[in-house]
């Protein structure tokens, strides 16, 4: 089990609802597919469509260095990492 952080950032954090959650993902697919913030319409386990929206948009730091454009099934999660999920900034 790999327990990880994912520290939402500026419109992630505002569709999250929340600042960060701690979830278990091996890669950061399997970490942003369990991104919850505060659950979509539907309740616990289903991801509002505006969070999922900005998770695609944005990019991602883990432990601080950049995943640039690696395919994110390919980012192997270490236990304890910390995802920052930074969405576009000033309309980029």
């Not at 569709?15 to 919850?36: K, S, V």
Request: aromatic content about 4%.
């Amino acid at each position: 089990m790999t327990i990880v952080t994912l520290r939402y950032w500026a419109a992630a954090k505002e569709a999250a609802g929340i600042a960060e959650e701690t979830i278990d993902a091996a890669t950061l697919a399997e970490a942003l597919a369990a991104a919850r913030g505060q659950a979509g319409p539907g309740g616990p386990g289903e991801q509002d469509e505006r969070l999922r929206s900005v998770l695609a948009r944005s990019s991602f730091l883990i432990n601080g260095e950049p995943v640039g454009s690696r395919a994110r099934d390919s980012v192997v999660l270490e236990d304890a990492a910390v995802i920052e999920v930074l969405p576009p900034f000033a309309g980029g």
